[in-house]
Structure formats: C-alpha cells, structure tokens
C-alpha cells in the first residue's frame, strides 16, 4: 500500500469507529430512558447491546488510533482523532432526525477550524523538536 | 432545577471527569520514565495516577450517559470539544506546557464555537 493509501485508509477507520462508538453512546442512552440517575438507569444501559457495540467501537478507535501515531506525526494525528465531529454531524441527521440551526453550524466550523490551528501548530512544534 | 442547568451541569462534570482522566494518565506516564517496559509498568501500577486516571474515566462513561440523554448526539459531541482546551489548560498549570501563538488560536476559536453551538440551541 501506498504511504498516501494507508494515511488516507488510517483516517478514514478512526472516523468510522470514533462516529460507531457515539452513535450507540447515543443510542444506549435512548435505551436507559427515562434519566433516573439511579441503579435502575445504569443497569438499563449495561444491559443493552448498544453500550458494547460503542466499547468495541472505541478499542477499535484506540488501536487505529495507536497504529496511526507509529506512522505519521502528531498534529494531523490530532485533527484525525476528532473528525469524528463531521461524521457524527452527517449520520446523526437521517439516524436520529437531529438539526442543527444556522449558529451552530457556523460554532461547528469555528470548532474545526480550531482542531486545523492546533494540528498545525504540532506538526510544527514536533519539526523543531527533530535534531 | 431548570433542563439548561442541568445540561450545562453535566457538561461540566464531563469537562472535569475528562480532564483529570487524561491528566491523571499524562502523569503516570511519565514519571520515573528511565524505566522502561515491565518495570515502568510496575511503577506505574505503585503509584496513585493510574488508577484516578482509571476512576475519572469511569465516572466521565456516566456523566456522558446522562449528558447525552439531555442533548442531541451531534450537540453532544460538539460541546464535549472544549474537553481539548481544558486539558491544555491543564498541561500549562500541572506541566508547566507551553502555549504557543497557534495553539492560543486554536484554543479560542474551539471555545467561540463550543459557546456558538451551546447558545444557538
């Protein structure tokens, strides 16, 4: 595989299984309904099938996740692991029927803008640091 | 207790829950680094950090349960981005981490878009 294939294929998995592991977050929450903050609710939520499917989803997050760090530098690695945001905006419209309205949309591109500044500012900081 | 206090109170819980966690996990990592694999781990299980790493996580999987059963998943996860900047914030006061122009940019720019997507409801 190319370097590009394999970067491309790396991000593209931990989108997918950070969005998984929220969207059965989400839907074990729906389960555990109504919010008692008691046994009861938890026990709710750990008997569903929804909160291993996220735990599965997150471990397989967590090990694409290490996989990519071997490779390739810490700032994008950083912008990858929190993409999860584009992809969890995208399902959560036809899944849950979720809108957002024009503000938060726009908070949305601010926050990702936010994630483009700090991945940047460790890919350089991390050159520096290279003798 | 109105819906709103009680969303903003369980957003809260999930900032503080996230960023000792993930403090609690940076500091056991590296202390006493000039060991290295088995004996760092056993090191890192003699200390105190691991597991407050451990039982912050175990809290925030609880405190995330219950944010989410109050927001939208994508509300959700949006709001739970200003866990980036509090943990900085952390690295700055516990690890004396610095912070640079393009990282002050990124920080503020997440914080006007967690408070754009918390106020725009």
Known sequence: MSPRAFFLSGFLALLLFDTFAQVCFKLTAIHAAPLTFDWPWLLRALTTPWVYCSIFGYLGAFVTWMTLLRHIPVGPAFAASHLEVIGVMVVSVPLFGEVLSGVQYLGAALILGGVFFLARDETSEAAKEKP | ?121
């Not at chain 2, 819980?13 to 760092?40: M, P, S, Y």
């Not at chain 2, 989410?68 to 739970?80: D, E, K, R, W, Y």
């Open chain 2, 1 to 121: 207790m109105t819906n709103a206090t009680l969303i903003f109170l369980l957003w809260a819980v999930n900032l503080v829950t996230d960023t000792c966690g993930q403090l609690a996990f940076k500091k056991a990592a590296i202390e006493n680094t000039k060991a290295r694999g088995w004996a760092h781990w056993r090191h890192m299980l003699g200390r105190p950090w691991i597991y407050l790493g451990a039982l912050a996580y175990v809290a925030e999987f609880i405190a995330w349960l219950a944010f989410l059963s109050t927001v939208p998943l994508a509300v959700g996860v949006l709001l739970g981005m200003a866990g980036i900047v509090a943990v900085m914030l952390g690295g700055r006061l516990w690890f004396g981490e610095r912070f640079t122009r393009g990282r002050l940019a990124g920080v503020s720019l997440i914080l006007a878009g967690v408070a754009l997507v918390g106020a725009g409801g």
